[in-house]
C-alpha cells in the first residue's frame, strides 16, 4: 500500500521518537509543525496527556501528512549525537530502523532513506535504481545520478506522483550516459542507439530504442487521457537503472 497510512504506523511513529531519544514534548513540537497546528498547552503538560495529543494528531490527519511527520522526526534527528550509553546507536538509526521495521510487517510501499519517505519497490528495482544512482556518482557522472534520483523522488511525491517526471528523469539519466561514452551529445537515445550499435548486445539495443520511444509518447508528448500508470512509470525508471547500471560498468577506469 502506498496512498495510505494505517493505524498500525499512526499509533507506532510517536513510540519511535521516544525511542530514539526524543523527549515527549520535543515529539508534540515536531508533529504539531508537522502538521500547522497549535499544540494543546491548557493543563496539558503531563507526559500521557501530550503523548495521547500527539497519537489524536496522528490519527485525524491525511495519510500522506503521516509521512511527513515520519520526515520532521528524521530531520530533527538528523546529526544528533547518540547519548553517552556505551555502543549505544545514532538516534537517527534507531528513528530509521523502527519505522521501516513497521512498513515492511504492514506492506507499505515506503522506506525512510535518511530523512526522506521515499517510495519502496521490488528488491530489484532497488539493486536497479538506487544502486545504480549511487555507482554513478562514484564514477563522477553526476549528472546520470541526479537524474536517476529526481526520477526516485517523482515516484516519492505525495500526495500524488508525479509519473511523467519520473519517465523524463529516468530515460534523461539513460540518455546523459549513453552521450557521455558515445560522445554523441546531439543524438537522441533512440539515434545514439541506432549509430552506435556496440553500446547494448544485440538485440537489445532495439529494446532500448523501443524504451525510449515509449518514453517519449508517455513522458513528453502526452495525448488527453493518455497519462502513464504508476506502474509503466515504475517499469522505465527500473529499466533505466539496471541500464545505467549496465552502461557504467564500460566507463573507462583510471
Known amino acids: 500500500m502506498r496512498e495510505e497510512a494505517p493505524d498500525a504506523l499512526r499509533s507506532a511513529i ?18 504539531c509543525q508537522a502538521l500547522a497546528v497549535a499544540p494543546d498547552t491548557r493543563g496539558n503538560w503531563s507526559e500521557p496527556n501530550v503523548m495521547a495529543e500527539v497519537e489524536q494528531l496522528l490519527e485525524d490527519c491525511h495519510w500522506f501528512e503521516v509521512y511527513e511527520v515520519i520526515e520532521a522526526i528524521a530531520e530533527s534527528l538528523f546529526n544528533r ?3 553517552t550509553i556505551y555502543r549505544q546507536k545514532p538516534p537517527l538509526e534507531v528513528f530509521t530502523n523502527d519505522i521501516n521495521r513497521i512498513f515492511l510487517k504492514n506492506g507499505i510501499g515506503w522506506q525512510l532513506f535518511l530523512i ?30 541526479n537524474e536517476l534520483h ?3 523522488r517523482d515516484l516519492s511525491r ?9 519517465i523524463q528523469h529516468g530515460i534523461a539519466a539513460l540518455e546523459c550516459l549513453a552521450k557521455d561514452l558515445t560522445g554523441g551529445d546531439k ?8 549509430h552506435n550499435p556496440s553500446l547494448f548486445p544485440s538485440p537489445l539495443g532495439e529494446a532500448v530504442a523501443k524504451v525510449y520511444g515509449f518514453a517519449s509518447n508517455n513522458g513528453r508528448h502526452l495525448k488527453e487521457g493518455g497519462a502513464p500508470s504508476f506502474e509503466e512509470a ?21
Open 187 to 194: 543524438e537522441t537515445l533512440g539515434k545514439l542507439v541506432q
Open 150 to 152: 529526481e526520477a526516485l
Open 158 to 166: 505525495r500526495p500524488e506522483p508525479e509519473l511523467t517526471g519520473a
Open 81 to 83: 549525537p547518540p547519548p
Open 116 to 145: 526522506s519517505v521515499e517510495m519502496r519497490g521490488s528488491e530489484v528495482f532497488e539493486s536497479a535504481v538506487r544502486e545504480g544512482r549511487d555507482a554513478l556518482w562514484k564514477a563522477g557522472k553526476r549528472t546520470s545520478g
Open 14 to 31: 510517536a513510540t519511535s521518537a521516544r525511542h530514539a531519544g526524543l523527549g515527549f514534548n520535543e515529539v508534540r513540537q515536531i508533529v
Open 234 to 254: 515504475e517499469l522505465v525508471v527500473g529499466l533505466s537503472g539496471v541500464l545505467c547500471r549496465y552502461l557504467e560498468r564500460k566507463i573507462p577506469k583510471p
